[in-house]
Structure formats: C-alpha cells, structure tokens
C-alpha cells in the first residue's frame, strides 16, 4: 500500500519580525533584526536587557476577541493568531474544521511564563486568596491547543508537545504522522512561546545561556556561528502550518505551497542543557528524517540551522552536518534565521520550517546575519550576512532542545 503524502497548504506567524507570514518573509529576505531592548519588563536590574520581541501585539487585530484574549497567556494568543492565519491562507471551511478528521498538535516548551510571574509576585505579596482562579488553566503548555481547539471546534485531537527548544519541530512530526497513519486528513501544526519575563530572562541569564554582551547594540546580538558569539537571544511568537493528505487537498482545490516529506528524532542520553558534543546524537535525527523522506544526502540543498548563537551548539550542529551528510555538507547553504527571530523556543521550529518552505518557494537562501568573524570549527557555507538565489528542491531545518531532543523535518518543492 502506498504511503500517504502530506503537503502544506496554509502558513501563519506572529513572530519579532513580522505579525505575518509576508511581514516575516519580506524581514527575513531583507535580513532586518528584531531585537531590541526589552520592554515588557523593568530590565534595569537583569544582566540581560535585551530580547526578540513581538511588538504591539494585539489580539482583536488577529480575530481573537479580548475578552477570551483576557483569559489566555501571550503564548496562547500568539498560537491562535497564527492559526487563525493559517486556516484563512489554506481556505479551511467551518466544517473542515470540526470534521473528526481534522486535528491540532502545539509544541511549547515553557508556557505561560507571563502567567507565573504575575500570579507569582501577587501569590507572595497577597496571599493564596489574590491568586486568580485563571491562573493554573492559562499557564499550563497545553492550554494553547486547547484554546484554538475551543476557538475552532477542532475535535480530531489536540496535542501539546514539550521538547524545550525542539517542540515546535516535533509537533510538526507527531502531526505528519497523525495525517499519515489516516487518522487525520487536516491537522494544525504549531508551536508558540513567551518567555520574555524578568523571571524567565534572569533563569536563563543565570545559566549563562543569554548573550549579556550585546546590550548596548542588540541587533548585533545573535551571530550564530562567527567566533565571538556569546549566547542566544530569548525571542517569543507563534507558528502554524496546515498539514494535509494530498488527495484531500486535491479535492478542494487546495493551494499546495510543499510536500513535507519525512521527520527524525533522536535523543542524545548525555546532558540536561548541553548538546553531545560530536554531534552523534543529532545526526541521528537528521539520518532518520532523510530516510523518512527518501531522500540522499546529495538531495539536500538547505538547512536552516538550530543556530543558536552559543559556542556548544554551532559548534555541535556543525559537525552534525559532516556525519549526516558527508562531504555533501560543504556543498549546501546553511543559515540559522534565529540571527534575525532570536530564539522563539516552542515556536522556533515551526517559524524555521515556514521560512524553509517559502525559500523553497522562491528559490532564496536566507542569510545569517552578523556573521563577521569566521570560527575555525565551524567552517561551512553559513550565506553570510546577505540572501543569494539558487534552487532549492529539498531542505532539511533542525530543531535541538535542552535535554538532548532532536527534531529534523524534510521539506521537499511539490511534484505530482
């Protein structure tokens, strides 16, 4: 029996450099930066004031009503404004919508952190008594699906995955293979994140995680792999791709902007918060996706990067490329996009396949920008600083989260 084929056929973002998907393309295609200094907290007395952050966000703008937007953590608004995007962009009808076959799968790995902080601070200052009865529903991961769920009528199934800076990538790989086994035709794949919280920053300043060298010229900030990279910027928004069985698509006339042909995961089994060194465990996860996909190292054109900005990580991801693809990995375009996003978390992986697929779409290869001093251990072709054309029929894009998760996803130019 011939194995389902999955394509995208609806895209929407919320992210630092764009509140949607076009906004985001044209940013990314420019190379514009969005960080900046933080705003959404007193940062005066972290190490750490700047971040990647979604300005001037509102809710009614995105077809969310404030009041359901009153009871919802930013993660949660962020995940429905997208998917309200996505839904509109792939012609999605209300039944198609509430058809049992017709679910959503969220990566996000932190939650409602702007929850925990405020209810926190009130908990200590207040008593238990002053603690919304909200709280605990709006902060908890799962309430992002559930609410889009609810918003939507999606009653197929409503996943939350939570594989820290890799759920974005693995819900789109739970989600393929939902659609694939059958027991979906339609599901949401997205992922979101808001952690640009004074508790959150200062935790991950804490771990020396976060670039503090950059607060006086934040748009310098993320420079995943140039030798003086020095940690990664905290960035937030939210991601939705619609994925969907070929011939349902066909059927009504779906506009199909890729096929997404395979995913791997892998875990390392090595550290809580650092990668494996070699890069072995990684490379797994890439080895998997292409045979998930069918496809050879020689087939693959790009890789949009994890690229964090922190020493351990490129360097990793580096010499993950060599093992998965041999010499074939001197030959590809390699850029990480989080030079521009910052790292959004649960919602990078998502936000970084949207960017794969429409390079794809328009034959350009995103740049990583501020890379100004090469770095001996990683000695590949990064697309420095300014896009370049070129075809592109298979990308591969990676997502690698504290605790040793590895998601890689294969995106392939759509052929009958």
Request: with cysteine; proline share 4%.
């Amino acid at each position: 029996m011939d194995r389902r084929r999955i394509v995208i056929t609806g895209m929407g973002a919320v992210t630092p450099v764009g509140k949607n998907v076009n906004a985001l393309w044209e940013s990314i295609k420019q190379g514009k930066c969005g960080v900046g200094p933080i705003t959404l907290f007193d940062a005066s007395t972290s190490s750490v004031k700047i971040a990647a952050e979604v300005k001037d966000f509102k809710p009614e703008d995105h077809g969310i009503d404030p009041k359901d937007a009153g009871r919802m953590a930013r993660f949660t608004q962020f995940l429905l404004a997208a998917s309200n995007e996505a839904i509109a962009d792939a012609k999605l009808t209300e039944d198609d919508l509430r058809a049992d076959t017709t679910g959503i799968v969220a990566g996000c790995g932190l939650g409602g952190m702007d929850v925990i902080d405020e209810t926190f601070t009130q908990y200590i200052a207040r008593g238990k008594r002053r603690v919304s009865p909200l709280a605990m529903p709006e902060l908890i991961p799962n309430e992002g699906a559930a609410n889009v769920s609810i918003a939507l009528g999606i009653t197929g199934c409503a996943w939350t995955i939570a594989t820290a800076c890799a759920s974005g990538t693995d819900a789109i790989g739970v989600a393929l293979d939902a659609v694939r086994s059958g027991r979906l035709d339609v599901c949401l794949a997205g992922g979101s994140e808001s952690g640009i919280t004074e508790y959150s920053i200062k935790s991950f300043a804490g771990m020396h995680a976060l670039t503090d060298k950059f607060n006086d010229c934040p748009e310098k900030a993320s420079r995943p792999f140039d030798k003086d990279r020095s940690g990664f910027v905290m960035g937030e928004g939210g991601a939705v791709l619609i994925l969907e069985e070929l011939g349902h698509a066909k059927a009504r006339g779906a506009h199909i902007y890729a096929e997404l042909a395979g995913y791997g995961a892998s875990a390392d089994a090595y550290h809580i918060t650092s990668p494996k060194p070699d890069g072995e465990g990684c490379a797994k996860a890439f080895m998997r996706a292409m045979k998930d996909a069918g496809v050879t190292a020689e087939d693959i054109d790009y890789y949009n990067a994890h690229g964090t900005s922190t020493h351990l990580n490129d360097m990793t991801e580096t010499a993950m490329l060599k093992i998965a693809l041999g010499e074939r990995a001197y030959k590809i375009k390699v850029s990480s996009t989080k030079s521009m996003t910052g790292h959004c978390v649960g919602a990078a992986g998502v936000c970084e396949a949207i960017i794969s697929t429409l390079a794809i779409r328009d034959s350009f290869f995103p740049a990583t920008i501020n890379y100004e001093t090469p770095d001996p251990e990683c000695d590949l072709d990064y697309v420095p600083n300014k896009g370049v054309e070129g075809n592109i029929d298979v990308a591969a894009s990676a997502s690698l989260g504290f605790g040793g998760h590895n998601g890689v996803v294969i995106i392939k130019k759509f052929a009958e």
